[in-house]
């Protein structure tokens, strides 16, 4: 199914108005692709488009309040929300500021205090000399932080949220399937970029926001890179990275190749990092840690070496390609059924690396695979 | 040819610094992606994941400098750099604020002005509580406006720029010519939606950020929604608005078709859009204002109507999808050889809107069309 039902929208945010209540907050501010959406359903590809700011309030009862461009009206008004307030966007005087506030004036007290997600993985998406302007129209008001409850909410799905972030997983294990058919020695690497993405696209996904990768002899030397022209070569190990969309949620896990015979390095780095990812999906279960998933991986990839410098092994997913909790050392997040989670083991292979990625989600029990599970042994082609 | 020579990228900083100078500012503080790659020729598409803040700090003098996650050296090390200054992130304590405000303090007097881009179309792309830290390390220093340096910079693109956008722009131009292979009555308007990503893909595009339409029966309700899974039908008007990119540029515009033959008032109508982009052309000169070519296409637009709520006609185009200048009443920025503009005129039919938007380049005299300049007569399929 597309879309939600209404009463999803309805519980989130009957959620948000508990957790503000509990916190003494007057609204929600919200302005970026995924926050607006969580409470709307407001999904369209021309947030790309960086010249309009959009705006919704979720007040302290009843339902959001969008304030957005008028382009936007008509997209807006196929949402469960009543009350939608547009102006006509850009405009170089007044880009909305002065309607948000007379909105905001209008749904909180006269010392009330309007939160804003300012905490890491967020930004504020308005023009800084707007936030200023705002403050200024508010009175007494306060522009507060929201302590986090956009990410207690989000961090956590529900089951249609998991559905959708299982149907894009399915589509890219689909495109992932049929790599063979577009790799060889001597196809240039940006070419099979592209024919990825059109496989990824002719298995059903809508878009793909996210593909990386890298192709070089036992490894490659990053995993951000966009890719070069360079022809695949035997020996070479291929890895592709994609985060594709399918009903405004993501996939994000990679697959890895060797190009002709797999080197016995290559082979035994490669069955260490499923070995990694294996020993973080026996333990992701609520209680267990953001941490401690962390630490299950890097003790299997550090099992024959003195320390490593791992960085991130894994991150939250949904609604954007990595979202909360990171798996690092520092990060005490409890998990709890219902977070979609990244595990992503890296290790060296020389001056190279190889870096695996599946996606699962947590139960009650035993945690399940949304990307296919894969064997321990590089696929050769 | 991919990427840029440095010399493109220290012209740049050059004119930057010429601007900060006369602006009395001791650096720019830049963070999103298109501000970072502007000056570094930075490309990738990780910036999709949200979770890591990355800043470029341009210096009164001498070459910009990295403050950025260490999962981007490797790539940032291939690029005109010299100084690149990494932390681990995500850090849950301190994602990098202290490694900026020590360059930062580093780079500028004790009471220097730190810049950020706070005006229209900008946004601060970290989290708001990390800019009132950072604000507290940097003593006397103040965080101020970039008096819209950047826009006046990107908004005027160099020879090796343009050819990049006309490369998107005659790639699109490809793939909207092979739309009659993938449409059809009874086709799904989502099916040719994914279709025509791969149409794209196959034309060479590195990636497809956008793409936009609709098919109603004799136009459409709005230009921003994603696809339904509507079968198009003999008496639909098609449109597909694409923003491709090749090399880190868009392109952005759209064709229209009739599915079957076309309703006499879709016919003339659609001859109305091309009249009104071409009155725009005929005036696109240096010294024009992006006013004018607003009122130029409202004036063939209304020609038989009292008024129109007709928003904005156009936009410039460049990096990012949309752009500085705004082809709106208000915007008077005077037309410089080098601008690349949208001409994106719309009209009513009956309940139903059409939209045309062609691509043109300014130049010293007549301006270009970069995108495959069409006719007066809608195409039938």
């Not at 989130?12 to 970026?32: F, I, N």
């Not at 919704?56 to 009862?61: K, Q």
């Not at 995993?223 to 985060?243: K, N, Y």
Request: include cysteine; charged fraction near 25%; hydrophobic fraction near 45%.
């Amino acid at each position: 199914m597309r879309g939600f039902q209404p009463s999803e929208f309805s519980a989130r945010t009957r959620r948000a108005q508990e957790l503000m209540d509990a916190a003494g907050l007057s609204a929600l501010l919200l302005t970026t692709e995924t926050d607006v959406r969580y409470f709307t359903g407001y999904l369209t590809r021309f947030w790309e488009s960086p010249t309009r700011p959009w705006y919704l309030i979720v007040p302290a009862t009843g339902k959001p309040v969008a304030v957005i461009p008028s382009i936007g009206q008509a997209l807006m008004a196929k949402t469960w929300l009543d009350d939608i307030r547009t102006w006509t966007s850009p405009d170089l005087q007044d880009d909305g500021v002065s309607l948000l506030a007379d909105a905001l004036m209008e749904l909180t007290p006269a010392d009330g205090r309007i939160a804003v997600p300012d905490g890491h993985e967020t930004h504020v998406r308005m023009p800084l000399a707007d936030i200023e302007r705002l403050r200024g129209k508010l009175g007494a008001r306060e522009i507060a932080s929201d302590f986090g409850i956009l990410r207690q909410l989000r961090m956590v799905k529900s089951e249609a949220e998991i559905a959708k972030i299982e149907t894009a997983c399915h589509i890219a294990g689909k495109a992932f399937a049929r790599v063979p058919e577009i790799v060889g020695a001597g196809i240039p690497l940006d070419e099979v970029f592209r024919k990825f993405q059109m496989l990824c696209l002719e298995e059903g996904a809508d878009w793909v926001p996210y593909l990386a990768g890298g192709a070089e002899q036992g490894g490659y030397s990053d995993v951000i890179s966009p890719a070069s022209s360079e022809p695949l070569a035997v020996g070479d190990v291929l890895m592709l990275d994609t985060g594709l969309v399918w009903d405004g949620y993501f996939s994000d896990f990679d697959r890895n190749w060797a190009i002709g015979p797999a080197r016995s390095d290559v082979k035994s780095s490669y069955a260490r990092l499923i070995e990694a990812s294996d020993a973080a999906f026996e333990i992701a279960r609520p209680g267990a840690t953001a941490a401690d998933l962390f630490y299950a991986m890097n003790a299997v990839l550090t099992k024959d070496a003195g320390s490593t410098d791992a960085g991130r092994l894994g991150h939250g997913l949904g609604m954007s390609l990595t979202e909360w909790p990171s798996l690092i050392p520092t990060d005490d997040t409890v998990l709890q059924p219902g977070m979609v989670l990244t595990l992503e083991p890296g290790i060296a292979v020389g001056n190279k690396i190889l870096v695996h990625e599946e996606n699962i989600v947590i139960t009650e029990g035993t945690p399940r695979f949304i990307s296919p599970r894969i064997g321990p042994e590089i696929i050769e082609i």
